[in-house]
């Protein structure tokens, strides 16, 4: 079940400028917090 999670919840998910990290703990540092998620797709 956590396979399915760290691809499907942003917060788990691998943070794209340092895949050693999680959005989250990325957030976390920052010192922000996660209040709304836009998705876009690019083409068909």
């Given at each position: 079940?956590?396979?399915?999670?760290?691809?499907?919840?942003?917060?788990?998910?691998?943070?794209?400028?340092?895949?050693?990290?999680?959005?989250?703990?990325?957030?976390?540092?920052?010192?922000?917090?996660?209040?709304?998620?836009?998705?876009?797709r690019?083409?068909?």
């Open positions: 079940m956590t396979g399915f999670y760290k691809g499907e919840v942003l917060l788990d998910q691998a943070f794209a400028k340092d895949s050693k990290k999680t959005v989250a703990q990325v957030l976390e540092e920052a010192g922000v917090k996660a209040t709304a998620v836009a998705r876009f690019v083409g068909n």
